[in-house]
């Protein structure tokens, strides 16, 4: 069979993992996305319900942001109104950025990008797993999980 993740072929006994609220047969290397699940519920699991796969690419925002946007802005030497004034945005919103209350919105994201010349993002490669629940033909669960390609 082929690892539920990433596609590629099981050899010898998969792992089952659970993520969010899905069971999956996964590959060694995928086995870390998940908890491990045990032997009594890997029988009850038995019963294979088809998945939807989908996969996307996506830019996500780092999750250390707070940090890189005020080294970057205090190894230029200003403060946190100079770097409203240059990118034109409040300078409360810039404070709250860098307490890591609210997240940049795309386009204060890139405004900052620029001036600071950082990069606030990062390439991952988003899988969503969905279980069809055979009876009603409606979604079930939907595990997401995010590697870093
Ligand atoms: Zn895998």
Redesign the pocket.
């Known amino acids: 069979m082929n690892?539920e993740?990433?596609?590629?072929e099981?050899k010898g006994i998969p792992h089952r993992i659970k993520i969010d609220r899905s069971e999956l047969s996964?590959?060694?290397?995928?086995a870390r996305y998940g908890e491990a699940i045990t032997t009594v519920e890997t029988k009850k699991a038995r019963a294979r319900v088809p998945m939807l796969r989908n996969v996307y690419n996506i830019d996500e925002v780092i999750s250390n942001y707070p940090e890189v946007i005020r080294k970057a802005r205090q190894t230029r030497n200003l403060t946190v109104e100079d770097l409203a004034v240059n990118i034109k945005e409040k300078a409360s919103l810039i404070k709250r950025i860098e307490r890591g209350k609210i997240m940049p919105e795309e386009g204060v994201r890139k405004k900052l990008e620029q001036f600071l010349d950082i990069k606030l993002t990062t390439h991952i490669e988003k899988i969503e797993l969905t279980h069809i629940t055979p009876k009603t033909l409606t979604l079930g669960d939907v595990a997401t999980i995010k590697r870093k390609r």
Not at 5 to 8: D, S
Not at 26 to 30: F, L
């Open positions: 690892c993740i990433c596609g590629t099981i996964v590959c060694n290397n995928c």
